[in-house]
DNA sequence: TTATAATATGTGCATATGTTCATATACTAA
DNA sequence: TTAGTATATGAACATATGCACATATTATAA
C-alpha cells in the first residue's frame, strides 16, 4: 500500500525542480549541454541570445544542482548534473516529439 | 540516430506542461485528483484554500488538458485528463520521497 | 604593467503569476 | 417565484520572473 502524504517541504522541491524546466530558455540550454559540455559564449551563440541572460540561467541551474562547472582559464564548461532531472526533460522532450 | 533539432513550438508545449507542474498548488490539486475524483469544494477543504483560489487552478489546468471537468447538479467533479502528465508527476513524487 | 577576453553580477524594467475579494452564474428545492 | 448552494469569473494587488544594460571580476597574454 501506497503512502499518499506529501509534506511541503516535498512539494517545494517537486515545484523547484518543476520550474526549473518551465522556462523555453532553461529548457534548450539543458536539451543542449544534454548533447554535449559548452562553454557560457558556446551557449549564447547556439540560442542566439544575450551572454548575460545565459549567465543568470546557468547560476540559477547550478543552484538547483542541475548543472556542474568546470573552469578552464578564463572559460567556463558547463554540463548537467542531475541524471534525474536530465532523464525527465529528455524522455518528455522525445514523447513531444512523437505526439505533436 | 536521434534528431536532437527542437523547434519553438515543441519547446512552448513542453514548457507550458512543466510550468503547469511548477506550482505547489497545483501539484497538490492534480496529486490529490490521482486518488480520486473530486468536486471544487472537497479539494479547497483538503488543501485549506480558498474556493476561488481552486476554481482559477482547475480552470487552468483544465485549458491544458490536464483535468477535466463532470457536472452533476450543481456540483463539477474534476479528474485526471493526461495519463502521461499524470505519470510524470507521479513518478517525480514517488522518487523524491525516496531520495529526500 | 596594460590590454584583452570570458564570465559574473547588480539594477531596472516590463510582464507574468497566484491569490483574495466581490460578484455573477447555474442549478436546486421549497 | 424565492432562497440557498456550488461554482465561475473579473478586478486588483503584491510578488516573482526573465531579460537587457552596464559594470565588475577573473584570468590570460603581450
Same mark, same amino acid.
Given at each position: 500500500?501506497?503512502?499518499?502524504?506529501l509534506d511541503?517541504?516535498? $512539494?517545494?522541491?517537486?515545484?523547484?525542480?518543476? #520550474?526549473? !524546466?518551465?522556462?523555453?530558455?532553461?529548457? =534548450? @540550454?539543458?536539451?543542449?549541454?544534454?548533447?554535449?559540455?559548452?562553454?557560457?559564449?558556446?551557449?549564447?551563440?547556439?540560442?542566439?541570445?544575450?551572454?548575460?541572460? $545565459?549567465?543568470h540561467q546557468?547560476?540559477?541551474? #547550478?543552484? !538547483?544542482?542541475?548543472?556542474?562547472?568546470? =573552469? @578552464?582559464?578564463?572559460?567556463?564548461?558547463?554540463?548537467?548534473?542531475?541524471?534525474?532531472?536530465?532523464?525527465?526533460?529528455?524522455?518528455?522532450?522525445?514523447?513531444?516529439?512523437?505526439?505533436?
Open positions: 500500500m501506497h503512502d499518499h502524504s511541503d517541504q516535498q $512539494i517545494d522541491h517537486i515545484s523547484q525542480i518543476f #520550474k526549473a !524546466l518551465s522556462d523555453p530558455t532553461r529548457i =534548450k @540550454v539543458l536539451h543542449l549541454l544534454f548533447q554535449r559540455e559548452c562553454s557560457v559564449n558556446e551557449i549564447a551563440e547556439q540560442l542566439n541570445m544575450n551572454q548575460s541572460a $545565459i549567465s546557468l547560476k540559477y541551474l #547550478k543552484q !538547483l544542482h542541475l548543472v556542474k562547472k568546470r =573552469k @578552464v582559464k578564463t572559460m567556463s564548461y558547463y554540463s548537467p548534473d542531475d541524471y534525474h532531472v536530465m532523464n525527465l526533460l529528455e524522455q518528455t522532450i522525445e514523447h513531444t516529439k512523437h505526439t505533436s
